[in-house]
């Protein structure tokens, strides 16, 4: 078999180390310097002021690396607040791309009917109690995903790249219901989906390259509450 144990020079048994912390070094120097300042009065001057010197510089190197820890926890709580806002967006991103299929159907179809109408025709369409309950539940998924992002609980850029060109066209096709929502005269909701009209202006506003079409794979109004 081969001998994997490293060879020592000649003659020598053992090595034996002894780690060697700071704290110790600076032990030793401290008694050393007293011994000296003990047995040789003529060096009390001479002592006090590399005593103070040293002081000093302790307290510099002290401050440095405290500063240096403080500055990597800092660093690291950043980096760990980051990760859970990731993880938070592709949780969202989870929910809305586990929807069953039927249902992803149900989606589009509506989706397409709403968009070959507008005005009194949509109106009209949505007063239908199925298809009302399938576009609040889907705004209200959108609502909690923009509540996420406005509050900073989530990452934008993350949903920003997956989301951006269903919030802009779903806010573009529905925004006009949704003020008449805010406005009802029997049942006004005033701050009805407030937060996802907020991030659909303001992705609006950013130029990132042309936006794509509407006709985007979609999800479960039922699925995406899980």
């Known amino acids: 078999m081969p001998n994997d144990t490293p060879s020592r020079p ?8 002894f780690p060697l912390g700071i704290s110790v070094i600076l032990t030793l120097v401290v008694i050393a310097a007293g011994l000296v ?15 103070s010197a040293f002081a000093m510089a302790a307290g510099v190197v002290a401050a440095y690396y ?9 660093t690291q709580r950043d980096q ?6 990731v993880d938070k967006a592709f ?3 989870h929910r ?8 992803r159907k149900q989606w ?27 576009v609040v539940e889907v705004l209200n998924y959108f609502e909690e995903m923009c509540l996420a992002v406005n509050e900073g609980l989530a990452d934008e850029a993350t949903l920003m790249k997956f989301f951006r060109s269903m919030v802009e066209n779903y806010y573009s096709l529905l925004a006009d219901w949704i003020n ?6 029997v049942r006004p909701r005033p701050r009805a989906f407030v937060q996802f009209e907020l991030v659909a202006k303001k992705w609006q506003q950013r130029n990132y390259g042309s936006i794509p079409s509407l006709q985007c794979i979609v999800p479960s109004y039922k699925g995406i509450l899980k």
């Open 91 to 93: 949780s969202f991103i």
């Open 10 to 17: 000649v003659g020598q048994i053992v090595t034996v180390e």
């Open 108 to 134: 589009w179809a509506l989706l397409e009917q709403l968009r070959s109408r507008s005005g009194p025709e949509l109106d009209q369409m949505l007063g239908v109690i199925e298809n009302r309950t399938m």
């Open 37 to 51: 300042f003990w047995f040789y009065p003529g060096l009390h001057d001479i002592l006090s002021f590399l005593g």
């Open 66 to 74: 405290i500063g240096k820890t403080l500055q990597i926890t800092v």
């Open 180 to 185: 008449k929502q805010r406005t009802d005269r």
């Open 80 to 85: 760990g607040l980051t990760a859970e806002k």
């Open 96 to 103: 809305w791309n586990t929807a069953p299929l039927h249902e």
